[in-house]
């Protein structure tokens, strides 16, 4: 295990907070604060924030990614963001396959795979989010649930695209709840998901993957999660809303 092979990328995922203005300035706040960062600095905002997050971070380390992208390249998709649409913009990563999108909004493996595809085939950088509920924790199935998701999601993806592939792994338990997993189960988890990549690409190629964890990630408790051999970083709701919280988790992930 060696994690100088990939890099640390501490991205946060406002969901759906934050109007234009507000992201406006709650990233010129952030700006000074991870100015020093020694990992990469994402900020995943809704898509009618991003003109206004991209110019605010404009000559910063931050980088702007979107929450979500549709597998299309155009057509009659109402309400629908495409990946072109996404890069003209000046967004780099994408949020694909959140656990909420899976539950509130139908997203399914197949369509996290599409959605995927059509990420990486424009250039964008996927985040894509597995993770399982407390019931299948429960019944034993994480390992199986994270490398079925894992493989699902990446069916397709060229081992070429793999370099702009990060998977996080978040919980569903752990997602909002203020329940963050234990460090060894973040490092568990993310393993497991390292092992799906092994097994479908090889073990070199799964080692400069960059797997996060996240579930309630926090300055106080980012330092131990992120010290894990496969916790190469975090996708951060609510506390990647102060900018303050967020930059004490830059800080510990640039340790
Ligand atoms: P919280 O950090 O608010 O638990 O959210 C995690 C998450 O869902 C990031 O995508």
């Keep these: ?12 995922n406002w969901k759906m907070n934050k109007t234009p203005e507000q992201a406006k300035a709650l990233i010129n706040e952030m700006k000074p604060l991870v100015a020093n960062a020694d990992c990469d600095v994402v900020l995943c905002v809704p898509f009618i924030d991003i003109p206004a997050a991209v110019e605010a971070a404009k000559g910063s380390n931050i980088k702007i990614g979107a929450e979500n992208v ?56 996927a985040i894509i989010c597995v993770g399982e509920t ?12 994270l490398k079925y998701q894992t493989k699902m999601a990446l069916t397709n993806v060229t081992k070429e695209q793999l370099a702009n592939v990060i998977i996080a792994y978040e919980p569903v338990w752990a997602i909002g709840t203020g329940v963050t997993a234990t460090a060894e189960q973040a490092d568990e988890g993310n393993g497991f998901v390292r092992a799906a990549i092994a097994e479908a690409y090889g073990a070199d190629v799964a080692e400069t993957v960059t797997v996060q964890y996240g579930g309630s990630m926090n300055a106080g408790n980012a330092d131990e999660l992120l010290a894990k051999a496969n916790v190469d970083g975090g996708l951060i709701g609510g506390a990647s809303l102060k900018a303050a919280d967020f930059a004490k988790i830059v800080e510990a992930a640039s340790k």
């Design 70 to 125: 549709h597998f299309k390249a155009s057509g009659a998709y109402t309400g629908e963001i495409a990946a072109d649409m996404l890069k003209e913009a000046g967004v780099e990563y994408v949020v694909i396959g959140h656990s909420e999108r899976r539950t509130y909004f139908g997203e399914t493996d197949q369509t996290v795979n599409l959605r995927s595809l059509a990420a990486l085939n424009a250039g964008l950088k």
């Design 134 to 145: 407390l019931e299948q924790r429960e019944l034993g199935y994480t390992e199986t649930l």
């Design 1 to 12: 295990m060696n994690k100088q092979l990939r890099k640390t990328v501490i991205a946060g």
